[in-house]
């Protein structure tokens, strides 16, 4: 007889994620050379050569054990945010930081608020642990920070704030942030994931500046998934109080971050000019894609981040499966609940340029 097997209760309400599609995929489904991948806000320059050379350098050592506290990696990035190494963790990309601090956290019955759209790691973690998700719709794409603040109750654990928002691109200011993290009782832990802050430009007010104000309830997240191009190596990690660190590295696993993570990021970290770079890359790119959706009366919100939120008047499925076809995958804005919004990673000129286009004969064949 075979047997239908039955998880536990709070895995049942798990949607599995859907990522954006692989390149390889792409490109077997429809026989194509091509493939654009305007979907996941990687960085389009790549990694850094000296991420490159760190990485090659290391390559023979791969049959020892990484490091298992990441500790040269942490002393690092003590250095640049001039924090001590215990107030950081270092994570197999800062979903795992996710997963962690739910696992450290949350139990049964408890609360993680988020926004509605926003990363939907936090919906996962509070389903994994069988957990409410409370989710407060954006307002003006935007958190509705004063709605989160009336919704607080003893069940909640976490508040999850991504700064600047994926998909939305939207940075909550200064002023803002201030007074919400003044408002919001200690016991309540704030995650300020800010996978995008090196987008979001001078006046971006980091959560850095709490942590080291000693509130010991706020904890950031940041990967080396983005700007620094190293998402294939997933290395990610997060700052928080001595305290709210030790508790989530209890449920880590002894050896979570790989040997080649820990040296690339770590001269990653290093290349200022390849940062430098990439932010001039798009800070044009998205200049010139904001005039040309403006000319299509298609409106956008405002980012602080590598990836625009697109209303595009049209079905976002249709145009996913018809720019897929041409080579191109952007995230359609119905996994999110906007049928016709779409989030497109800002990328080279050329790139940014056959997008456009692709989306206008796309939209015309509708
Ligand atoms: C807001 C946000 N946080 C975290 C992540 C996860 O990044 P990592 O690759 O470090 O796991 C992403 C990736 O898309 C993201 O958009």
């Not at 790549?46 to 490091?67: F, R, V």
């Not at 996962?124 to 719709?137: H, Q």
């Not at 007010?205 to 998934?225: D, P, R």
């Not at 625009?308 to 720019?323: A, M, P, R, T």
């Amino acid at each position: 007889m075979k047997i239908e097997w039955k998880g536990r209760e709070a895995i049942n309400n798990i949607k599995p994620y859907s990522p954006g599609k692989a390149i390889d995929e792409v490109k077997k489904e429809f026989g194509l050379k091509n493939i654009y991948k305007m979907a996941s806000n990687e960085n389009p320059l790549g990694p850094s050569q000296l991420a490159i050379e760190a990485i090659k350098n290391n390559t023979s050592n791969i049959h020892i054990y990484p490091d298992g506290c990441s500790l040269l990696l942490k002393e690092s990035i003590a250095k640049k945010n001039n924090i001590n190494t215990q107030q950081i963790i270092v994570g197999n990309g800062s979903d795992e930081i996710i997963k962690l601090l739910g696992e450290s956290f949350l139990e049964k019955g408890d609360t993680i608020i988020m926004g509605e759209p926003s990363f939907s790691e936090y919906d996962y973690i509070g389903n994994l642990m069988g957990a409410k998700v409370k989710k407060i719709p954006l307002v003006n794409f935007a958190f509705d920070l004063e709605e989160i603040l009336d919704n607080l109750d003893d069940s909640v654990k976490i508040i999850a704030l991504c700064n600047p928002n994926n998909p939305t691109g939207t940075v909550i200011e200064k002023d803002e942030l201030i007074s919400f993290i003044d408002r919001v009782p200690e016991k309540i832990i704030v995650v300020l994931d800010e996978a995008y802050k090196e987008y979001a430009g001078d006046n971006f007010y980091s959560g850095l500046n709490f942590i080291k104000k000693e509130k010991n309830n706020v904890l950031i997240l940041n990967t080396f998934s983005k700007i620094y191009g190293l998402a294939a190596l997933r290395v990610g990690y997060g700052i928080g109080s001595e305290s709210l660190i030790s508790w989530i590295t209890r449920a880590k696993e002894p050896f979570n971050v790989n040997v080649l993570a820990q040296v690339g990021a770590m001269a990653a970290l290093e290349d200022i000019e390849h940062l430098k770079r990439s932010i001039a890359l798009n800070d044009s790119g998205k200049a010139f894609l904001y005039k040309e959706f403006s000319e299509r009366n298609f409106d956008y919100s405002p980012s602080g981040a590598n990836f625009i939120w697109v209303d595009i008047k049209n079905d976002s499925k249709k145009v996913f499966d018809g720019l897929l076809k041409k080579g191109i995958i952007i995230r359609p804005g119905y996994v999110f609940g906007a049928d016709n919004h779409i989030r497109v990673t800002i990328d080279k000129p050329e790139i940014n340029r056959y997008f456009l286009d692709m989306l206008d004969e796309v939209i015309r064949e509708i």
